[in-house]
């Protein structure tokens, strides 16, 4: 595990590099956000390389705990694919709504009061941010069109 982690950790980085440097030659306005996204994910990449060095350094290995419950991780798989089916039937609203504490569910996360609340919330945020600040309107949605 510690070498597929460090290994992840630096494809990630390269990732986030490679999306930084190709960004540059985007429009003035359209080359901040994918820049900002890009460097949080390099930060994040490096966070990892470091926890997972000092993880090795603390504890002895203990086995790869991604493959403990695999029916987990496929249950995932095919709940993405029918996140992405419903997205373009239903719209990005309720899909998410939906999906995020379902998906919260199947990692172990039971607690509904916490995850429905942190579900709305963020679909709301990403509804403000697009709509609100970047000025991009949301696809065809059956939850907004209401309103």
Do not use: H
Not at 78 to 105: D, H, K, N, R
């Amino acid at each position: 595990m510690f070498k597929r982690d460090i290994l992840t950790a630096l494809g990630v980085f390269a990732f986030a590099v490679a999306v930084i440097v190709n960004a540059r030659g985007y429009s003035e306005e359209s080359r901040f956000f994918p820049q900002l996204v890009a460097g949080a994910l390099a930060l994040l990449a490096i966070m990892m390389f470091v926890r997972t060095l000092q993880s090795r350094a603390r504890t002895p290995e203990n086995g790869d705990a991604m493959f403990e419950a695999p029916w987990r991780m496929l249950l995932v798989v095919v709940l993405t694919a029918i996140y992405f089916t419903a997205f373009s039937v239903v719209g990005f609203t309720l899909a998410s709504v939906i999906f995020i504490p379902l998906s919260a569910w199947l990692f172990g996360y039971r607690k509904l009061w916490v995850t429905v609340p942190v579900a709305v919330a963020f679909v709301v945020g990403l509804i403000a941010l697009f709509n609100g600040i970047l000025g991009l309107p949301m696809p065809p949605d059956l939850v907004l069109a209401t309103f």
